[in-house]
Structure formats: structure tokens, C-alpha cells
DNA sequence: CTCGGTGACTGAACCGGTTCAGTGCGTGAA
DNA sequence: TTCACGCACTGAACCGGTTCAGTCACCGAG
């Protein structure tokens, strides 16, 4: 180590000082922090993983929704830019991979602990029976999910209460005159979706709608444009639609431009996820807006203690607020 | 060492093993690979850094551009997912970092090299008179840019022609009469803004436009509003506007619309980077195609060269396409 | 039968940190 | 004066691989 040979000292010391840890004085623990930063050392990271307790640094995120719909879902953006806000202030990197399916995102965590490339993992998108959290259990990969809660497995989650986003998106839309209201859904076995169908449902008949259906399509906007466009072409259509994502939102309204139907004055269109797209679309979209940078920034703090060491509570993030917009009106003939 | 146990060897015949090095016999090699596939074992990255020589088998990108665009910014998941899908084949992760600025961006490299963190980078968006390629020339960290040519300090690089697509532009909006096109341009210090200003202000002055600006942005929606605004509402507004981004089309196409300027009778929108956007909205969006999953796929590979001793050519991409669509089309009164 | 050569495998050094059991020294109390 | 104690620091083991110099058995040629 020639930082210890520089300052005449055992390596041994050189750790000690470096990891402000007691062992050394205060004169010599000074010596070797400057002579550090004129050789603009750091500790090298591979050799700092491999000690005993050792860790690398690093966490691992794996994403597999379709790839084409990657691209342009802001939400994925959004929370890793959170994610690594707070990472960055603790000194460890984020690991990002994407897969095809659910099965080559449990090899990559397989592969990840094998190789012990990273110290924990955030998981996201929970479905109904996902095989990760138990899976988790056996690879000695400490994990957070994102969503729940229950279905965890026991891990630590980080969920929100979509149902009374619902609720006041249905009670806003009855309020409009609003009676025909179709929700253009996430896949069927989210979580998040089964939590949201069942508020619909609820909310929907207390407030005696004349129909309420769900249904499903896979967040892309090619999916979000056939089903809207499929809604549009029935004997009678609805005259409100709630999308799962920002994505099929404006591909709804692309279709509802396409089709003549005029938006809101005929339609009125509601989104998840408020991204800026929402706010640069004619009419804008009516959104439910998530702090999805905060949730980012709160669940990489929540895996961070968990990999300290200490115990952590599933905890709840504030409800999605709805932010009326130009998408969103009663009907005029 | 459990597998050299297991199988009754040395640690070291294990890793000739695993390997594929001569020094096991054929029997011992398959004898020691079985024992691994059963105990599911995959050699420590760790440890294998730490060998004389030895790569940590991650490669990193730093992204600086305003956090707010990124998370609607398709261009970098296209990237990304490319990147990963050609560096999947090979065993490497990829780390990802937001900065804040060039400065932070630096740092980062510097960090992962003082930390042995990645074995090499990608870099992006490359400026005039850029930083990074001279102090990668210091930092022992391998890198490729995707940008250029030129001002590449000697790193090989991944650039297109973004002037002949420029070109195709300009003749087909004069083409369909357009005299008065501005160009809302991404940040003036970005190398490929210049290249496809110079590009413009040439193919303007050879078609005899009567007004050929290029006004600059930050690629954020908001100011590609903000941007639009300010032109339409001039005397005598421009005809036709080619943005170099599609999330600032999107925005100019709202601001038009909600200034009453129809598209495309009174105005002409052209995006750059074709992403599933410009096939959503309504109109469509006339937009110049390049295949971004591809130049992450290339680009990577380039890297992996670079990482494994060979010498690495400059290369050129295909050119990018107008794809023609609603947004675009002649003046009608 | 002997000798040289080759293929299969072992043992140990090495990478660059962390950590723990000592070691030596100075100090204050008995 | 002596002894126990605490502090600052050293030396060595350790993490889990890779790699190189040997060792050994075996084989074919002379």
C-alpha cells in the first residue's frame, strides 16, 4: 500500500484512519488524510468486498416491463434518478439491468448474489404470487419492494394507497355527470392493478354508475390506443377513461383526436402518473400525481438500512393527489 | 475454496476448470463444472477483481442533462437498453449515475476509477471543447464516446451525420413551400448542435429560404414550450419548426395548439429522435428515425474491444430517416 | 533400462484492503 | 520504584479468486 509507505506508517493504520475508526492519533490520522488526497487515493473497492463482512457498494435494480414501452415510461427515469439521489450521499452505486420476462429477472438476482456483484436489490413492480420474494428468501440478496403491501414475502415494502386515489378520481367523474366510465388498466397480475380494480369497483357502485368496467391492457401506448380505440367504436361508449399510466393517457387521446371525439366536451380522460408529458399535451392531461423521485429517494434509504443492519417497517407514502386539468370536464352536446 | 473440496482438487485446477484453460484433463473439467452447476456456484467478482489483472466486469454511464428531462427523455432507456443487451452476452453489468453537471460528472469518474468501480465508460453528449475526453487521458478508465467526430482527445467514438439528415429536412420542407423554418436546437455547446447548425444554416441558404434561424433550448419540454411561444407570437411567425428533440416537439405542438395555429396548414413540426411519442399524438409527428437501441448495442460492443486490448476504429452510424407524417405538409390558407 | 518430455495437478504467492492479537511506550497511582 | 493500564501502532491472517513455478507419473524413443 503505498500510501502507508508514504506516510511511514503499517497499513493497518492507514485503514484505521481512513475509516475515521479509533487506533490512530489525531496528528497521524491528519498526515495520511492529506497525504490521500494529494495522491488522490481511494480504497479500491473489489479488495474492500472481498474482506471478511465485506460489502460491495453497490444495489442492484432490474426492470422488465416490454421494452419498447421503456423508453418513453417516465416512470422508471424518475424513480432511479431518486433512487440514486440517495445513494450517492452514502457512496454506493446502482446496477441497473433490464429483462424480458420475470424468469430472466430471478437469473439476474441469482446471478448478482452468486457473483456477489451487489449488497441488496429494490424489486418493483409486485405481482399477484411473484415468485421474487420468496425466491429472495433463499439467495441471501437483502431486498425491498416497491408495492404491496402483502405478498412481500416478509421483505420490507414501500406502498402507497392507491384505492382512495381511485375513489376521489370516480367521485370527481360522477360529480361531472359522468355515469359510463371504463378504467384502461395495468396487466392483470400487478398488485397495484388488482388494488386499484377492486376500489373502482367499490367506488363505482356507491356511486351508482351506470357502468364500470376494467379493463386490461400492458402500459404501452400501442395498447393504450387499440383498447381506447376499440371503447370509442361501441354502440355506446363510455364518456370517461381512467388510464393506469401517463403512456396510455396520451395515446387515449391521440385516438380520441383521430376518432372526432372532442376532449373533454365528449370524453373526459384521466392518467396515472403525472409526468411532464401530461402537462405538455392540448388538452392537458388530468393526472394523479406521485412523488415518484421521492418514493425513489425513500425506498434506497429503506434498503440502506436494511443493509446495515437494522430492522425496517414497511411504511406507506402520502396518497396520489389528482390534479384537474383540461382533460377533464362535464359533458356539453 | 467448497467446489475444490467437493471435487477433491486444488483451488487452482478449479479455476482452470471453470476457465476453459489447459491444465485439467477432460474429465476433471466436467467433473468440476457439474459440481458447480449443482451447488449453483458462480465464481466471486470480488475476488476475481482483485487478481493481478483482473476486470470488475462493469462498465458505467454518467448522465448530465437537466434531471427534470430525464425522466421523459426516451433517448437514454433506448441507450441504455442497448448498451445492456449487448453487454448481457458478456457477463458485464452497467452502472448508471445521474450528475448534475460536467463537473459532478468528472468526479464520478474519477471516484470509480480511484475505486476500482467500472472497468470503463461511455460517454455522452459530448461538448465543444469538452473536459472529459483529456482527463480520461489521466484517469487509467477506458472510454468510448458517442459523439464526434473530432474534439475526441484520441477516444474512439460512435457519430452520425446528422448534417445529411438535416439536409433531408430542409429540402423537404422547401419542397412543400415552406420560405420561413427556425430550428429549436438543444444546448449550443453540444458538438452535434453545432454540427447540425452549420449543417442548416447551409442547406437554408441553398434552397434561398427567406428566414433560417436556429434558436437554443435545453431539450426539456418546458422550454421547448416556452421557445415556441415566443416564435408564433412574432410578426410574422415561421412557417415551419424543426425541434432537435421530440419531447420539445411535443411541447411546440401544444403551444400551438393552444394558440389557436393549426398543424400542419399554418405550421409544420419536424421532431428529432423518433420515439413512440411522435406515433401517439395527434398529429403524428414527422420525425428524423434512428435506431438508438442499435447505437447502444454498438457503442457497447466498441467498448468491449477497447476493454479487451484490441484497437478500436471510429465508426459511423447509418444516417437518420425523415419519417414523414401528420404534423408536416404544405401551407393551406 | 534409462532418459527426456509431456500432461495433470499442487502449493504458494499475489491482489489490496480489514481486523485482531500483540508490542512497546508513557503515565499515574500505590 | 514498581506495576497496571491505556494508547498508538505493527504484523499477520484473511477474504476468494488467478497464475506461475514446481512435482509427479507416465509414455515413447534410444
Redesign the interface.
Known amino acids: 500500500m503505498d500510501i502507508a509507505k508514504a506516510a511511514g506508517v503499517s497499513k493497518g493504520a492507514v485503514s484505521y484512519a481512513l475509516n475515521g475508526r479509533p487506533g490512530v492519533s489525531e496528528t497521524t490520522r491528519e498526515r495520511i488524510l492529506s497525504i490521500a488526497g494529494d495522491l488522490?487515493?481511494?480504497?479500491?473497492?473489489?479488495?474492500r468486498?472481498?474482506a471478511p463482512g465485506?460489502r460491495?457498494?453497490?444495489i442492484g435494480m432490474v426492470v422488465d416491463r416490454p421494452?419498447?414501452?421503456?423508453?418513453?415510461?417516465?416512470?422508471?427515469?424518475?424513480l432511479?434518478?431518486g433512487v440514486?439521489?440517495e445513494l450517492?450521499a452514502a457512496g454506493i452505486?446502482?446496477?441497473?439491468?433490464?429483462a424480458e420476462d420475470i424468469g430472466a429477472e430471478l437469473a439476474v438476482y441469482?446471478?448478482w448474489a452468486?457473483?456477489?456483484?451487489v449488497d441488496g436489490v429494490v424489486i418493483v413492480d409486485l405481482r399477484v404470487d411473484d415468485p421474487r420474494p420468496e425466491a429472495m428468501g433463499v439467495l441471501p440478496l437483502p431486498a425491498v419492494v416497491l408495492g404491496g403491501p402483502g405478498d412481500t414475502g416478509g421483505l420490507p415494502c414501500l406502498y402507497t394507497d392507491d384505492g382512495a386515489s381511485v375513489r376521489e378520481v370516480v367521485h370527481y367523474l360522477a360529480a361531472l355527470g359522468h355515469r359510463r366510465i371504463v378504467r384502461v388498466a395495468g396487466p392483470e397480475d400487478f398488485v397495484h392493478t388488482g388494488d386499484r380494480t377492486l376500489a373502482f369497483q367499490q367506488a363505482a357502485r356507491r356511486a351508482g354508475l351506470e357502468e364500470a368496467r376494467t379493463v386490461h391492457a400492458d402500459y404501452?401506448?400501442?395498447a393504450g390506443?387499440r383498447t381506447t380505440r376499440r371503447l370509442l367504436a361501441a354502440a355506446e361508449p363510455p364518456t370517461a377513461l381512467v388510464y393506469d399510466n401517463d403512456?396510455m393517457a396520451?395515446?387515449g387521446?391521440?385516438v380520441a383526436?383521430?376518432m372526432g371525439v372532442k376532449v373533454p366536451s365528449q370524453l373526459s380522460i384521466v392518467a396515472w402518473d403525472d409526468?411532464?408529458?401530461c402537462?405538455?399535451?392540448?388538452p392537458?392531461l388530468t393526472a394523479i400525481s406521485r412523488d415518484?423521485f421521492g418514493h425513489g429517494r425513500i425506498v434506497a434509504g429503506m434498503l440502506n438500512r436494511l443493509l446495515a443492519g437494522e430492522h425496517v417497517e414497511d411504511r406507506e407514502t402520502p396518497v396520489g393527489e389528482l390534479q384537474p386539468r383540461g382533460s377533464t370536464g362535464p359533458l356539453t352536446p
Chains 1, 2 share one sequence.
Not at 487515493?41 to 479488495?47: E, F, K, L, V, Y
Open positions: 488522490g487515493w481511494a480504497p479500491s473497492n473489489p479488495a468486498a472481498l465485506g460491495v457498494g453497490a421494452a419498447r414501452s421503456l423508453g418513453i415510461e417516465p416512470f422508471f427515469m424518475q432511479v434518478s440514486e439521489t450517492a452505486d446502482l446496477m441497473l439491468q433490464v441469482r446471478r452468486a457473483e456477489r456483484r404501452t401506448g400501442e390506443g403512456l396520451l395515446a387521446l391521440g383526436s383521430e409526468s411532464a408529458l402537462r405538455l399535451v392540448r392537458s415518484v
